[in-house]
């Protein structure tokens, strides 16, 4: 079972960056795609973006596309969640996830039946207009 733990979120003005950060821990990390959700207040999760195992493709939301990179650290089993031009609507719980089939291109995370293998608590992310 892979543990995820997130870090880097905050408070930031409309305009600015944040990078979230995703430490794993386990044997697959290196095999699975990696992907970020998140929910704002009173909404279901959403898919953010996803990166595949070999880190080869990605994958965003159209809401995020063009502002966010999702990228991973092999070597420090770690994905990271660039955020730039943030505005008050990506306020939200950002959450870390693993997807449950090995060798994953990730794509299948963004659809309506994404397999997690695991979820990390969840970072904050809140922006100011």
């Known amino acids: 079972q892979v543990q995820l733990v997130e870090s880097g979120g905050g408070l930031v003005q409309a305009g600015g960056s944040l990078r979230l950060s995703c430490a794993a821990s386990?044997?697959?990390?290196?095999?699975?795609?990696m992907g970020w959700f998140r929910q704002a207040p009173g909404k279901e999760r959403e898919f953010v973006a996803a990166?595949?195992?070999?880190?080869?493709?990605?994958y965003y939301a159209d809401s995020v596309k063009g502002r966010f990179t999702i990228s991973r650290e092999y070597a420090a089993d770690t994905v990271h969640l660039q955020m730039n031009s943030l505005k008050p609507e990506d306020t939200a719980v950002y959450y870390c996830?693993?997807?449950?089939?090995?060798?994953?291109?990730?794509?299948?995370?963004?659809?309506?039946?994404?397999?997690?293998?695991?979820w990390g608590q969840g970072t904050q992310v809140t922006v100011s207009s």
């Open positions: 996830a693993s997807d449950a089939r090995r060798f994953s291109n990730g794509q299948t995370m963004g659809g309506p039946d994404p397999e997690i293998r695991s």
């Open positions: 386990g044997r697959t990390f290196s095999r699975s795609a």
């Open positions: 990166i595949s195992w070999s880190g080869t493709s990605t």
